[in-house]
């Protein structure tokens, strides 16, 4: 019985490092596409690539690029309305880069994708949105 138990725990032992190394290997992968994405769309705003691997002036530049004034991100700190702003940030982008609303609500849920369409497609910075959202 020890045996059998013994060798049910080396299973799962090894089945939970397997899917680490998994989980660890798609978040690298993902951070590099997300990155190098970040990198394209400061480059066709008119921003240095580089700005995009700075934690929080990354941020910045995203939201001077987005709404003009780089200073709005700080409401990012407050609770629930971070949230809003997050939706409104996306719809704002894509609006920056010349796309429609429905592109927006696309970046709000399929994220990844749909910032690849907008760093790699034709989409060309249109300057600050100054709409309602």
Same mark, same amino acid.
């Given at each position: 019985?020890?045996?059998?138990? +013994?060798?049910?725990?080396? !299973? /799962?032992?090894?089945?939970?490092?397997? !899917?680490?190394?998994? !989980?660890?290997?798609? !978040?690298?992968?993902?951070?590099?596409?997300?990155?190098?994405?970040?990198?394209?769309?400061?480059?066709? /705003?008119?921003?240095?690539?580089? $700005? /995009?691997?700075?934690? *929080?002036? +990354?941020?910045?530049?995203?939201?001077? *690029?987005?709404?003009? +004034?780089?200073? $709005?991100?700080?409401?990012?700190?407050?609770?629930?309305? +971070?949230?809003?702003?997050?939706?409104?940030?996306?719809?704002?982008?894509? &609006? /920056?880069?010349?796309?429609?609303?429905?592109?927006?609500?696309?970046?709000?849920?399929?994220?990844? *994708?749909?910032?690849? *369409?907008?760093?790699?497609?034709?989409?060309?910075?249109?300057?600050?949105? &100054?709409?309602?959202?």
């Amino acid at each position: 019985m020890n045996e059998l138990l +013994n060798v049910l725990a080396y !299973s /799962a032992d090894q089945t939970v490092q397997q !899917s680490s190394t998994f !989980s660890i290997l798609t !978040s690298l992968v993902s951070g590099v596409i997300s990155l190098v994405c970040c990198w394209v769309l400061f480059s066709k /705003a008119g921003e240095a690539g580089w $700005k /995009a691997i700075i934690p *929080i002036y +990354n941020a910045y530049i995203e939201f001077k *690029i987005v709404y003009g +004034n780089g200073w $709005k991100f700080l409401l990012l700190l407050v609770p629930i309305l +971070n949230i809003i702003l997050a939706f409104g940030f996306c719809i704002r982008l894509a &609006h /920056a880069f010349g796309k429609s609303t429905a592109f927006g609500v696309g970046l709000i849920f399929l994220g990844p *994708i749909f910032m690849i *369409i907008l760093a790699f497609g034709d989409a060309t910075y249109q300057g600050p949105y &100054h709409g309602f959202i």
